[in-house]
């Protein structure tokens, strides 16, 4: 009897232990399949950004050029001047801040093919100029001369 009280025992001891070991082992292998489900979710999404960010390249300052061959009657607009003389303006100089003040800004650059500007930049027409300008310090970006033209 004391065999068998002792075996019962052991048994009851034991099944818990294979019962724990087997789900440590599928917990393990759910952990595998979540890691591996996050990485190809990162993965998915950094080919998603390179996509864009090719896709930006290449729609990027050189793309209006043929766009505008195609299409001259969007870039046709006419005679057009500012209260201040025509400045030649190029990267790199400080400008103040009514050569981009609202009238000036280019609110939808994507319908003329220029590129997106960053946070903080705006595209501006100066004249038949257009000059992407750092809004927030005054700075001159890009200059694409003779673009309305």
Known sequence: M???????LL????????????????????RQDIRRDQRDLRDARH???EDVRDRERAWGRDDW????????????????EAPFRYTAFRPGLRI??????????????????LRRPAYGQQWIRHYDDVILVDTRRGYVIDVIRGFYR
């Open 2 to 8: 004391r065999k068998f009280i002792a075996t019962a």
């Open 11 to 30: 048994a009851a001891t034991l099944v818990p232990v294979a019962a724990s070991a087997q789900s440590n082992e599928e917990l393990r292998r759910d």
């Open 47 to 49: 080919e998603y950004r």
């Open 65 to 80: 050029r043929g766009w505008r061959d195609r299409n001259p009657n969007w870039y046709a607009r006419g005679r057009w």
């Open 96 to 113: 103040g801040a009514p050569y981009y003040g609202p009238r000036y800004i280019i609110a939808d650059p994507w319908r003329y093919h």
